[in-house]
């Protein structure tokens, strides 16, 4: 009787506190049998030498399975060429590739631009709404519509100014002939609450093959505002996917029920500023964890990922998280965690011909480590972790294959370059 009149927040949190309770130790080595179990999940696989060998933040956490964490490092038998196709930007976000080659690019500060495929910046395309561009606000990632070709409409998230504060929110419009401007421009979705924060806005967005808009968002990182992640009546912590005019499709996991808003998807994530579909369809998102514990994650229909009281890694303090624990019964496990942290941002799963190698690979930017971290996958597990530019010593922001099958990298610097990543010939 008391449970049916709970609302599904409520329902989420007092399951996460009944599991907390019950006769199953944490994940942490604390319970004998549980020692002996994570310690064999801990082994790497055979003959199998980690890229990673500083110490964990996590010193005492240890991973669900072997190979979940410190995978097999691999090496590409590609040689690359990089060239500089632009530079002067500021802190470029995000990189779209445009079907005759020329590319989208967002700069935080509230930018959009064209930059042509010889490497010529366009001026900033006018009708974009005003951003907040404090803190890790801003303009951020940008899509483009499945019908591009034909309605030459473009997607595009940013950090909004409300009244109380501010949020991350979806606005869609159509590109000119000329290409200097946005026309019919209309914000579609808010992410809710409003915050009165700087930091955690997310974004991504991706279409799926079903032509739906996929996108993942923050918590706003504050200690107050994490319990959103696992409340149904919030976006916050949440991957939502909608129509393109911003509205829940009927057969998304929530719809209809009492409390929750209809276009979550999946929920208990921290903040996630990289997602991609792979070649089967299937939508991954991969988030930033506190001080260790960025994960990758297969992203599936009303699944729990987790945050807070499911997590890899501690407190930037270097405390534990409050409350947390590694597994818990209910929530769903990453797919693969970092540990210390690679700070990841954009994802491609790469399926073009210029680098046959390559195809199926995801491709996952790191901005702290300032690299391009390569992962290779089988049965939804990662098998093997590479990483590449790291001579070039910049925070990669996102990442994108281009019609050409080339690979197309933007950095996060306040003298920000487009990449061209191409097979040496």
Known sequence: MLTARLRPSQLIALS?????????????????????QSAEAAETPANCTPLETRAPNGADQRPARPGQTRTCGIKSSVALDVTVVAKGLV????????????LLVTEKPGRLRIISASGNTGEPIAGLPAVDARGQGGLLDVALSPAFASDRTIYWSFSEARQGGNGTSIARGVLSADRTRLDQV??????????????HYGSRLAFGPDGMLYAGFGERSDRSMRR???????????????????????????????????????LGHRNI???AFDSDGRFWDV????????ELNLAEKGKNYGWP?????????GSPIPGAVTQRAGFEQPVYYWDPVIAPSGAQFYSGDAFPEWRGNLFVGSLVQKRLVRLTLANNRVTGEEHLLIDRDKRV???RQGPDGFLYVVTDEKNGELWRVAPRR
């Not at 802190?91 to 020329?102: C, I, K, M, R």
């Not at 409340?231 to 991957?239: I, P, R």
């Not at 996917?241 to 911003?246: F, N, V």
């Not at 988030?287 to 960025?294: A, F, L, M, S, V």
């Open 91 to 102: 802190n470029p976000w995000a990189v779209e590739p445009l079907p005759g080659g020329d």
């Open 309 to 317: 009281v499911v997590a890899y890694g501690i407190e930037y303090s």
């Open 228 to 266: 959103y992640a696992q409340q149904l009546d919030s976006h916050l912590g949440k991957t939502v996917r909608i129509r393109p005019d911003g509205s829940a499709p009927p057969d998304n996991p929530f719809v209809g029920q009492a409390g929750a808003l209809p276009e979550i998807w999946s």
């Open 186 to 199: 209309q914000v579609i979705f808010r992410v809710l609450p409003t915050y009165n924060g700087t930091m």
């Open 397 to 399: 922001r996102d990442v």
């Open 273 to 275: 500023q990289a997602a």
């Open 16 to 36: 996460a506190l009944l599991a907390a309770c019950s006769a199953g130790p944490p994940a942490n080595g604390s319970a004998s049998d549980t020692s002996v």
């Open 287 to 294: 988030e930033h964890g506190p001080r260790g514990g960025d």
